[in-house]
Nanobody
Framework: QVQLMESGGGSVQPGGSLRLSCSAS????IGWFRQAPGKQREGVAG????????YYTDSVKGRFTISQDNAKKTVYLQMNSLKPEDTAMYYC?????????????????????WGQGTQVTVSS
């Protein structure tokens, strides 16, 4: 089973930027989810790869962008204007058979494949 691999996490000051990468290709859906300590996992951004339609949770709209580079078989999450509340473990997820186009689920209720996660810390 091919595992998803995230990279690009780290520590940044409020207002800074990070770009997360996920090695993934051939899936009908790619998404980014996050989980902060003591909180439930939440959807951040998702993309239907066939038509490029994207979905974002309300708190990141206008700041985060999900994109894919088919040649590099990589999906990105560009995160700008980061805030302390963005601090979390970020997971790449792929493949969906339970679609949910709400901003809460960013396109997929339960992706089938998951990466190990990469930590993002926003602090001054």
């Amino acid at each position: 089973q091919v595992q998803l691999m995230e990279s690009g996490g780290g520590s940044v000051q409020p207002g800074g930027s990070l770009r997360l990468s996920c090695s993934a290709s051939g899936y009908n859906y790619i998404g980014w989810f996050r989980q902060a300590p003591g909180k439930q996992r939440e959807g951040v951004a998702g993309m239907y790869t066939a038509d490029g339609r994207t979905y974002y949770t309300d708190s990141v709209k206008g700041r985060f962008t999900i994109s894919q580079d088919n040649a590099k078989k990589t999906v990105y999450l560009q995160m700008n204007s980061l805030k302390p509340e963005d601090t979390a473990m970020y997971y790449c997820a792929a493949e969906c058979n339970f679609w949910d186009r709400s901003s809460t689920h960013v396109g997929c209720r339960l992706p089938l494949r998951w990466g190990q996660g990469t930590q993002v810390t926003v602090s001054s």
